[in-house]
């Protein structure tokens, strides 16, 4: 496969761009190699500036859910943008949206727009302080909440790719109000909750992990930790930048019937547009500004043409509920057959898979936490992705990222993905 101008514009890019990218996963640091320089998009695939063609499995990392280019979100946009891109004051359609998504995601009484899912992870968090009045937090290992400087401790997505420890910038007097603990290990959080009693204003967690690879809730953790927040005055923050409206129409929180008292959205509420949002109890969020004293705020926040794209987008979720059966039903034959043909080869792995998220992990025992997840083999993952890359199949460039799927991918796809797994060796 021909590859050379994604080749000089990496070269290029790197005079201008530190490492080459606008975001690091995207470098290929970890697989190695060249990234691929993408020129458009449309449904299943992505094609590239060399005019290769790919089965896209990243999906703008969750968004692209009904794939790319969808029409009626490229049309939406049309229309608005002829209106203008951008106010900063308020309009009908924020209102519409925040109706919207309240029909469809329980226990959000109030909802507000930002740009990103850091920002909305970022105001979660601070939200959380201000209604407790405590500084301290709980993440997980290997769970990845954007790159607010609270979040960069033992985090997944890039910090794992890149192996990095602790990030210079982040001040000690930050880091140490983030506690950590492993996932799917309630004891670890008890032991916290007791070690700092009384000081810790929330627990953020994605409900399904997807930042070290994809790894599920075990039965019985999340109500776990719903139940230590109700007994101890903490807020639990479900992060479904990932899981929102991908998983169901109501995210995780529907999913697994657990209420969260804050949810953070990412890209899918605008369409693959940059947006971001973070809702939940009234009680809670009646604390945000210019309602209640804890400062947020955006130009960019409720930008019309994100919110159409959302809104579009969003809408078609909700009228169409059955694309969430065909996702898990694709989905399950996408990794049936690639872990039918690893078997075959004798090569050890473990699918994780949970509706229209999966990852594979190359080892032979359960991947449950982000220690599970560092012990597989990472150069075999990485031999995979390029041997994919080459048949045309582009996967997330790391082990520590999971893969999304898309309604526009179909038994062809899936049966040409299957095919160049066959070819691997
Ligand atoms: N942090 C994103 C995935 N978890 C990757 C962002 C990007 O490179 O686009």
Known sequence: ??????????????????????????????????????KRAKGAYLYDEDSNRYIDYINSWGPMVLGHAYEPVVEAIRQHAADSTSFGAPTELEIEMAELIK??????????????GTEACMSAL????????????????????GHADSF?????????TLNIQSVPGVSTGVSQDTLTAPYNNLSAVKELIAQY??????IIIEPVAGNMGCILPQAGYLEGLRSLCDQHGIVLIFDEVMTGFRLAPGGAQELYNIKADLVTFGKIIGGGLPVGAFGGRK?????????????????????????????????????????????EQTTGQLAGGISRELNKRGIDHTVNILGSMMSVHFGKHAVVDFESA?????GLFNRF??????????????????????????????????EAVKKFN
């Open 197 to 202: 009693p009384d000081q810790i204003a929330a």
């Open 126 to 145: 601070r939200l959380a302080r201000g209604y407790t009045g405590r500084n301290k937090f709980i993440k997980f290992e290997g769970c990845y909440h």
């Open 385 to 418: 992705f390029h041997h994919l890359l080459q048949q045309g199949v582009y996967l997330p460039p790391s082990a520590y990222e999971s893969w999304f799927v898309s309604s526009a991918i179909t038994d062809v796809e899936v049966a040409a993905t299957i």
């Open 103 to 116: 029909s469809m995601v329980p226990n959000v009484d109030l909802i507000r727009m930002v740009s990103s």
């Open 152 to 160: 960069l401790v033992k985090a997944g997505s890039g910090m794992a």
């Open 374 to 378: 560092k012990q597989c083999d990472i």
């Open 283 to 327: 009680e809670i969020m009646q604390h945000v500004a210019p309602l209640g004293n804890v400062y947020q705020a955006g130009t960019l926040s409720g930008n019309p043409i994100a919110m159409i794209a959302g809104y579009t987008l969003l809408q078609e979720l909700r009228n169409n509920p059955s694309v969430y059966q065909k996702l």
């Open 1 to 38: 496969m021909n590859r050379s101008r994604s080749e000089s514009l990496f070269e290029r890019a790197q005079q201008h761009i530190p490492g080459g990218v606008n975001s690091p996963v995207r470098a290929f640091k970890s697989v190695g190699g060249t990234p691929v320089f993408i």
